[in-house]
């Protein structure tokens, strides 16, 4: 799950240094949920990327109303 840090975490994780607050970390997901559950990190909600919407159909030259004279 990734994780951004709401901390800095002291010491190392898996013998490298946590990351600073703010950035971002992949870890597993029981390690992310203690993490969040104690107020050290939150959820990184990934973008889901949209299907491009399609182009909109031309529509059609309005008419005028007016009576040209």
């Known amino acids: 799950m990734q994780i ?3 901390t800095t ?3 190392t994780r898996h013998g490298a240094p946590w990351p600073d607050r703010g950035e971002t970390c992949d ?3 029981d390690e992310a949920e203690q993490l969040i ?3 050290a990190a939150e959820p990184v909600e ?3 990327e949209a299907e491009p919407s399609p ?3 031309a529509k059609p030259a309005r008419k005028s109303t007016r ?3």
Do not use: K
């Open 4 to 6: 951004r840090m709401r």
């Open 9 to 11: 975490m002291p010491g």
């Open 37 to 39: 559950r104690y107020g």
């Open 67 to 69: 009576s040209q004279t």
């Open 27 to 29: 870890v597993p997901d």
């Open 55 to 57: 182009p909109e159909a």
């Open 46 to 48: 990934l973008a889901v």
